[in-house]
C-alpha cells in the first residue's frame, strides 16, 4: 500500500435528513458507526434552523453538474458522481488535495450554484436557504484498485438498487 490514496470516495449529507442518533444509525465524527439514540435525534432536530431539505431533481442535476465542472477546472479526475434526493456520492482524485479539502470544495460550490438558482426562481429579495448541507460528511481514502472500482459500482449502480433508501 502506498501513503498516497488512488481516490476518494466522498458522501455528504443534506440539511436535515440525517441526524446524530438516527434510527438508521449514524457516524460519530472520529468515533466511527453508532448505534441509534432517539433522544439525541429528538434534540437535534429540535435544533434546526430551517427544515431539512430534499432536493428534487433540477437541484440534484445542477449539483452533478457543479461537481463534474470543479472537478475539470481543478483538473481532479472525477470517476463518479451520483446526486439523491438527500445526499450525494463522488469518487475523485484529486493530487495534492486531501479528501477533506476536496469534500468542502465541492460542497461550497454547489451550495453557491444552488443558491444561485433558487435566487433566479425566488427573484433578489427572496429569503434563500442558508443551510444546505450537514456539517462534514465521509471521506473514505482508496488505495487499490478493488476499492476505487467498489466505490464507482456503489456510486453508479447500488443506489437504484436498493443500496440507498432515498432517490
Known amino acids: 500500500m502506498t501513503d498516497d490514496p488512488l481516490a476518494y470516495f466522498i458522501t455528504w449529507t443534506c440539511y436535515g435528513t440525517w441526524l446524530p442518533g438516527d434510527e ?34 433540477t437541484q440534484r442535476a ?15 479526475h472525477l470517476h463518479a458522481v451520483n446526486c439523491r434526493s438527500n445526499h450525494c456520492h463522488v469518487v475523485v482524485t484529486a493530487a495534492s488535495h ?12 454547489s451550495k453557491r450554484n444552488l443558491k ?6 425566488d427573484g433578489a429579495e427572496a429569503k434563500l436557504r442558508e443551510h444546505w448541507w450537514t456539517r462534514k460528511g465521509s471521506v473514505r481514502y482508496l488505495y487499490d484498485d478493488e476499492s476505487l472500482e467498489a466505490a464507482i459500482i456503489y456510486t453508479l449502480e447500488a443506489q437504484d438498487v436498493g443500496g440507498s433508501k432515498a432517490n
Open 98 to 109: 486531501d479528501g477533506e479539502q476536496v469534500r468542502d470544495q465541492l460542497k461550497s460550490w
Open 116 to 121: 444561485e438558482h433558487q435566487r433566479s426562481l
Open 62 to 76: 445542477l449539483v452533478q453538474e457543479t461537481v463534474s465542472r470543479h472537478c475539470g477546472i481543478r483538473a481532479w
Open 24 to 57: 438508521r444509525g449514524w457516524t460519530k465524527w472520529h468515533k466511527g458507526e453508532q448505534l441509534p439514540q432517539p433522544l439525541l435525534a429528538d434534540w437535534c432536530r429540535d435544533q434546526m434552523v430551517e427544515q431539512p431539505l430534499v432536493l428534487n431533481e
